[in-house]
């Protein structure tokens, strides 16, 4: 299979060197510093799992920021920051072999949807990846906790290609698993995402310490409560016993930054809205109110406007 890294940040750089380091034919496409340095001395991984490793554009590596000339793929890996999956999409059907398909690793759940429109259903699939990895400084990233990557069809079909494409990610080491309800699959991370990204920003706190404490423990536990009600709302019914799972700190989150408190620590643009605005919008379709959420949601965009003022 030829792969397409569509988006080489944290999450894609690490996923594609997995493959590349097996020998997978693997095009990054990326931009800026990180991608000019990958260029320069190669892309190297500092991992808890899996060792420190380079891979150098060489033999099936390319590290590219140009969709012109690539040909076309049977599977790319779409990686971008949920506020730019609307502007990446329509590139996507350039890319991709008649029978090949994308899939959204990305935060939010609305992700899906848009690819969806722009390619049709039956050529994306959804993922989450519940992964601890960040840029540590350009061509560098860093693999600090856990690594699975679930990935499922939209139409909850458990498919040959989606149990092909499973296995060829772990014949490279990568930990993948099948989900058979990419749906229930993706507001579990929500959840997560939902409750810890946004309020780490407001916090300045890691995993651990917002845990840790009494106080903000308990709104965690309220933001995951309100998504609860949102999820069962559009008739996915998670386990109450998975915010019990959220709360408890394992060791290697301890000190886990979120992937929104570090970008919003460089400067950059966050996934407020593909996260938590998205969640806010879904619930006020359906009535139901989201007080813990919508504070968090108004006190992050209070900050960036502050910090860009």
Known sequence: ???LIFGSGGVGSFYGALLARCGKEVVFLGRGKHLKAMKEKGLKIESFKYGSFLIKEEGKVL???KT????????????????????????LKELLKEDGVVI??????????????????????????????????????????AGLLEIGELSGEVSDRVKQIVEELKS???????????????????VWNAAFNPYSVITKATVGELLEFKGTREVLEKLMEECFKVA???GVKLKPSLIEKYLKSSPDLKNYKTSMLLDFERGKPLEIDGIT???IKKAE?????VPYNKCVYSTVKFLLEKSNG
Not at 105 to 132: D, P, S
Not at 285 to 289: D, E, S
């Open 285 to 289: 379709r359906k009535g139901i109110p």
């Open 172 to 190: 490279c080491g990568i930990e993948a698993r099948v989900s058979k309800d990419i749906n229930y699959t993706l507001w579990k991370k929500l």
């Open 232 to 234: 069962e709302a559009y």
């Open 68 to 91: 012109e000339g690539l040909g076309r793929f049977d599977v790319v890996l779409f990686c971008v920051k949920s506020y730019d999956t609307e502007k990446g999409a329509p590139l």
């Open 1 to 3: 299979m030829r792969y």
């Open 104 to 145: 959204s690793v990305q935060n939010g759940i609305e992700n899906e949807e848009i690819l969806a429109r722009h390619l049709g259903k039956n050529r994306v699939l959804g993922a989450t990846a519940f992964v601890g990895v960040y840029v540590k400084e350009p061509g560098t990233i860093v693999h600090e906790a």
């Open 277 to 279: 605005g998205a969640l």
């Open 63 to 65: 590290f590219t920021d």
